[in-house]
């Protein structure tokens, strides 16, 4: 009854907003399943470490029916489910609180990966390596963040090259008595340049919706991911699907048996990157949402120059 009462709480979350959170959310913003503290945030109340497992539980449930999942730092619902579980072990609740709690954990990630916030992308990495060291995620996550520093580093030192770049400032020449001093406009057209008229640049047509009609294309895992095979609408074809990935199976619907399937619809960058998945439809309702929507953002497209809308539908489906 305990554990049916924890996953209970965390599947009315996902329908109360976790869905709406699929896109980076406002660090300002109020914090949520789907929304990221600030870095570096701090928590008002005593650290888990400080606190009985009795009063680890209770805060751990007032975190769910507050949503706060995974943020703030150090006042959120993994963290004190975390530190329940290596005070106790075999605590059934914490446990099986931390497997239902993971996939909103790897959606957080993603997107704080999907946008370049490093800091807390460790933070979360952190977590989820400790709540299963064994998650299949785990390398693939490491390896996005180490690019996302690299990529960070080098931005900071372009930065700074084009700081160091900048001319000096013009000094300051000592005008005569009797003399008016030049306008600040008359210095500077005497020492820059005429500008250089910029060439007139047809604006860029707008992103234009594609329906995308799919075909199954079943595969040995227990999961199968409907594929685009061609375009329709507009004329306009849709980029070809050069990565894809297989969604994780929610263990709770493992464990009873149900299949179900998510249309889930995106965006196409012209880089061939997803942006901006939401969900459509459900069947049923709430049970695989997370999983479908964190697999979005695994896809990648071909690079068309152009943006694309588009829709997949995501079949979990049992092994014969």
Not at 51 to 74: K, V
Not at 184 to 198: D, H, K, R, V
Not at 230 to 237: E, F, H, K, L, Y
């Amino acid at each position: 009854m305990k554990m049916q009462g924890v996953r209970g709480a965390v599947a009315s979350l996902a329908l109360l907003g976790l869905v709406a959170a699929c896109t980076p959310a406002d660090p300002a913003a109020q914090a949520g399943p789907g929304s990221v503290a600030p870095p570096g945030a701090v928590a008002s109340r005593v650290p888990p470490a400080a606190a009985t497992f009795d009063q680890l539980r209770e805060r751990a449930e007032q975190a769910l029916r507050e949503r706060r999942l995974y943020a703030p730092a150090g006042d959120n619902a993994i963290e004190y489910f975390l530190e329940a579980r290596e005070r106790q072990p075999d605590d059934l609740r914490s446990r099986a609180a931390l497997i239902e709690l993971q996939p909103y954990l790897l959606i957080g990630l993603e997107q704080l990966l999907e946008s370049g916030q490093e800091s807390e992308a460790q933070r979360l990495l952190r977590l989820l390596a400790r709540a299963d060291a064994q998650a299949p995620a785990l390398p693939r996550l490491q390896a996005v963040l180490d690019r996302v520093q690299q990529e960070n580093k080098a931005r900071q030192a372009a930065l700074a090259a084009e700081a160091r770049a900048l001319p000096a400032p013009l000094p300051q020449v000592p005008v005569a008595a009797g003399v008016a001093p030049p306008s600040a406009a008359a210095s500077i057209a005497t020492t820059l340049p005429a500008p250089i008229p910029e060439p007139a640049i047809d604006a860029a047509p707008p992103a234009t919706p594609v329906s995308v009609p799919v075909a199954a294309s079943p595969t040995p895992a227990t999961q199968v991911v409907r594929s685009p095979t061609a375009a329709s609408g507009a004329g306009v074809a849709t980029p070809r699907l050069l990565q894809d990935a297989q969604p994780r199976y929610p263990l709770p619907a493992l464990r009873g048996r149900i299949e179900g399937a998510v249309e889930v619809a995106f965006e196409i960058q012209p880089d061939g990157s997803v942006r901006n998945a939401r969900l459509v439809s459900a069947t049923p309702e709430g049970l695989f949402d997370a999983s479908a929507l964190a697999v979005a953002a695994r896809w990648r497209f071909e690079a068309s120059g152009q943006a694309h809308r588009s829709q997949r539908t995501v079949l979990f489906r049992l092994p014969q």
